[in-house]
């Protein structure tokens, strides 16, 4: 007999090589229909694999995440049959399950392939969806393994099984298709009843793009055609918000290919936005004892290897700047956080003096794969609103608790209402990735985890998703489509202290090592923004419109009343811009409507015989006759009420 332990602590008694469906049986014949993948002891397997060992299962079903997971990247298998179905000549790369659905890379030699050919894939991928055939992983060698993948002349799997070691090779198959693979599979093709081959996108093999172009196929499956039917209606829904179309009607940012791929240049409204996001911050900051910092653009490369990010993230970099001195080499910032530790260093810290708290919005350079860009979600250059906080051991608690507040007012303000939070923890199994020593690690993951609980947050754990040199704390957000984005993140250091030797002098008059805090409330202000846009549709609060107030005269003759109404306006605060072009009253309606300004004043002769305004608020119309007076006391009020109040 072995123990199996559950989610919940409780632990029950199977016989040695007890599946987990049969596991999933013994708890209810309801679960049993719907687990899709299981892991054991952090290990993903399929339902069908025979458990040895005591230890911990966890039971995936479509509502878990890794069981979505299993799911599309079952479907990628499906997919990849399909492909060989239709173009026998075509060779296989890799297909893995992303975070909505999955998609495969294929070379299909001289053979063209466009969207117009998703439909017949589709009809294809269903009829062998419907036969049900299971899923089996299969050991083999490596000489094994290369000789059927020469047997089929692909090159590409060729080199995957090269790179691997003997003893890690896997296959999986079902009906006559098998696929180099590492496990994770539901139980047979008969769970997915709808699929929808999305798109198809040029894709360089191992992302480099001095190799071949392959034909990437991205889709999306589910276990029932309304779950479909409810995602393509999403899909149209966030086509209407993009950011990047917003971003262009809204006149806020652009980008050219002359400046450079994956770097955002700012427009006027865009830039104003930016501005107002990072005075609120800073507002906020500043009552929580920030001190605001300046670093360059630019820093020595042995800077970033002595933090460690240039061993890490070298490669992701730009290139090292050459400059005349011999062997002098600078980098593109990747990171502040060196640079303020070099800021630390400065001078000497007595205990008194902690937590110093340091705050920057500091542009970074990372550079990204062409193919990964992605409007303002994934750039080259962008401004993060970084802040890194020096403290006591003793006072770590408090200060993650206080971090943990400025984030929570930052999705307040901006309605982002519904979040859950992660504790990403290191991966135990591949201490490689990683500096630092591991009690350190121990310490810093279990502050972390102490706080979220004394916070009441709603959190979950991810093993192996910590950064290099320490665990995190990361907020995600659910925007007004359900779609779910990583937001804001806090992070405990103990490692780049030690690597800079930062010390402070204790009551004792000896020197100690302080713990770092890493913090970005916003993350990123270029990915902050796209999420907004798409979250709000560009209705940004009434506090952060770029313009709030419209001014429409229906003729020339009105102008004057206009520029006073205007004129008042500004001297009380509120935004506002006077539309007099020579258009009809009906066309400079339709245009603030376009660019969603929350309000438009209509002034015409019946409001300049009365003094009054008449006034018309974004996507629901006219709303009433008011005084000059009663129409700024109500808009102060509503600027006012639609940013929340940061109390430390």
């Not at 009380?572 to 009906?586: F, M, P, S, V, Y």
């Amino acid at each position: 007999m072995i123990e199996i332990q559950f989610p919940d602590q409780s632990v029950r008694d199977y016989e040695k090589g007890v599946t987990p469906f049969q596991i999933a049986q013994d708890i209810s014949e309801g679960l049993a229909r719907n687990v899709l993948s299981a892991s054991f002891n952090g290990i993903t397997l399929e339902t069908s694999t025979p458990i040895l060992e005591n230890g911990v299962i966890h039971l995936f079903t479509w509502n878990d995440k890794k069981g979505k997971t299993a799911f599309w990247h079952s479907s990628a298998h499906i997919l990849a049959q399909s492909i060989l179905a239709i173009y026998p000549q075509a060779k296989l790369t890799i297909g893995p399950a992303i975070e909505n659905g999955f998609y495969y890379d294929v070379d299909f030699g001289d053979t063209s392939f466009s969207e117009k050919d998703l439909p017949a894939l589709e009809k294809q991928f269903l009829n062998f969806a419907r036969e049900k055939f299971e899923f089996k992983m299969r050991m083999s060698n490596k000489l094994d393994a290369l000789k059927f993948y020469e047997k089929e002349k692909n090159p590409y799997k060729i080199e995957l099984i090269q790179n691997l070691e003997e003893g890690t090779i896997s296959f999986c198959d079902h009906a006559d298709f098998t696929d180099l693979c590492r496990g994770g599979h539901i139980p047979h093709t008969g769970f997915i009843k709808a699929v929808k081959l999305l798109s198809v996108a040029g894709a360089y093999w191992r992302g480099d793009e001095t190799k071949k172009q392959l034909t990437r196929i991205y889709g999306i499956s589910f276990p029932k055609q309304k779950y479909l039917t409810e995602h393509l209606t999403l899909l149209e829904e966030a086509k209407k918000r993009d950011h990047r179309k917003l971003g262009k009607e809204l006149e806020l940012f652009a980008f050219s290919q002359k400046v450079g791929q994956g770097l955002p240049l700012w427009l006027p409204k865009g830039a104003a936005l930016r501005e107002r996001l990072e005075n609120f911050l800073k507002t906020a900051q500043i009552k929580a004892g920030y001190e605001q910092v300046i670093s360059p653009h630019i820093g020595n490369k042995e800077l970033y290897v002595t933090s460690g990010h240039y061993e890490k993230y070298g490669s992701d970099s730009f290139q090292p700047i050459q400059t005349p001195a011999d062997g002098e080499e600078f980098l593109l910032k990747p990171m502040n956080c060196p640079h303020h530790c070099e800021i630390y260093k400065t001078k000497p810290w007595s205990y008194r003096d902690l937590p110093i708290r340091y705050a920057e919005f500091g542009t970074v350079y990372r550079y990204e794969q062409s193919g990964e860009l992605h409007g303002l979600t994934r750039v080259r250059g962008f401004t993060q609103d970084d802040a890194h906080i020096f403290c006591m051991p003793e006072q770590l608690d408090e200060e993650f608790k206080k971090v943990i507040d400025l984030v929570l007012y930052v999705f307040k303000s901006l309605g982002f209402d519904e979040f859950t939070a992660q504790v990403s923890l290191r991966d135990k199994e591949n201490p490689e990735k990683y500096i630092g020593e591991s009690d350190n690690w121990d310490l810093a993951e279990k502050a972390i985890i102490r706080a979220a609980k004394e916070k009441n947050l709603d959190y979950i754990t991810e093993m192996g998703e910590a950064a290099f040199y320490g665990p995190k704390l990361d907020f995600m957000v659910k925007d007004a489509l359900g779609r779910q984005w990583q937001l804001g993140t806090i992070q405990v250091d103990y490692n780049l202290p030690e690597r800079f030797e930062l010390t402070y002098k204790g009551n004792d008059n000896e020197l100690h090592r302080p713990i770092m805090i890493h913090r970005a409330p916003f993350g990123s202000i270029e990915r902050f923004v796209a999420i907004l846009l798409e979250h709000t549709g560009g209705n940004f609060p009434l506090w952060l419109m770029p313009n709030q107030v419209n001014i429409l005269c229906v003729s020339e003759k009105y102008k004057n009343y206009a520029l006073k109404v205007l004129n008042l306006l500004e001297n009380h605060e509120i935004r506002a811009l006077l539309d007099n072009r020579n258009e009809t009253i009906g066309k400079k309606i339709r245009d603030s409507e376009i660019t969603k300004v929350p309000y438009m004043i209509i002034i015409g002769e019946k409001e300049v015989q009365n003094k009054t305004l008449s006034l018309r608020k974004h996507q629901v119309g006219d709303i009433g006759s008011f005084t000059i007076e009663l129409v700024v006391k109500q808009l102060k009020i509503e600027i006012k009420d639609s940013q929340a109040t940061f109390k430390t």
